[in-house]
């Protein structure tokens, strides 16, 4: 188990601004161009553009595939369903949104040049500079870059047209979005910082590590009694002065973890499952902690070290609150904008 396991609430994953995705400049779209005959079918219509089916497995396996992996041991499976439902439903609008804005984005004539395509493509080419933490040639670079062009089935040409509708898109939220938003005024920002004050200052934090002996969610009566004596062997090894780390690189069972002696790092209220972080708050600094459980299994933790909440002033926070504010009022223009291309829109799905 890993913090992300402990950690409460982060089973969800949140639905993407596809305004940063697209104003982050030509993010690196590489999707294939061959449809298999199986699956080469419309799910979704957009005006008179079609959505493939080919085209969305390509978006969504990468996706559910990460969330199998990063989840499937801790998840029901009725709550993994669920989840996986959630995200094929909200990748799906966001194709939808990204048609709507290049059908936009044509209507207005949105121009592109050549040498702005080419500056793109040196862009993405850029990314393909460093390989296992070393510089490549150029020449290395081009061929890898060639290569993922190949594995992807992508000419250039097709990959030029693709990064030309990305610079449309880009351009027209530029006009439509980000100009009509103004900064935050001063007022503004002192009043968002009056109102959040506990959310802006910085937080009381205890830095851990553990053990952990898992036991499954509908583990037998004797597989619990098993791992129950496992973490009392544990703690009586504690107990007679042996090193946590070292017990923890060789009893826990948290993959997350386990190799760097138990280590979580620094945590906050709020954070972990209720019971692992009452722990961690009481226990006092360079203590050990008796063994508890939560739903993951039993633990036993040690506090390494604790940090009071500190104040921040305004003028510590006004550059950084500045920018979320700003990023706020961008998001609810976008979403405005979109909501109005959808509703002058016709669209069907297949997906519900």
Known sequence: MNNTELTRNRHGIGKKWLYLLLSTFLPFYLSTCLYSAVVNKAIAKVNDDIILQSDY??????VIEQIKKT?????PQEDMDKKIAEIKKELLDQMIDQKLLLQEAKKKDV????????????TVKDRFKRKNGKMLTSIEADAEFNSELQKQNLTMAKFRDKLREDIMVNKLIEDGVVRKVTP???????????KNRDKIDEPEKVSVRHILIRVEKNASTKEKSQALNK????????KKGEDFAKLAQQYSEDPGSQK?????????????????EDTAFKTPVGEISDYFETEFGYHILKVDAK??????????VKLNLEKYLLAEKRQEEYEKYIKNLRDKSNISSDIK
Do not use: C, H, T, W
Request: charged share 40%.
């Open 231 to 238: 973490i009392k062997e544990v703690q009586q090894k504690l």
């Open 184 to 194: 935050p005024s001063d007022d503004e920002l002192k009043s968002y910082y009056e």
């Open 71 to 75: 989840y499937g041991e801790v998840m």
């Open 307 to 316: 940090q009071a909440k500190q104040k921040r002033s305004f003028e510590d």
């Open 57 to 62: 497995e390509e978006a969504v396996n990468p």
């Open 111 to 122: 121009k592109v040049s050549k040498r702005e395509v080419d500056d793109g493509i040196e």
């Open 260 to 276: 760097s002696g138990g280590e979580l790092g620094f945590i906050v209220r709020g954070m972990m499952v209720k019971n692992f």
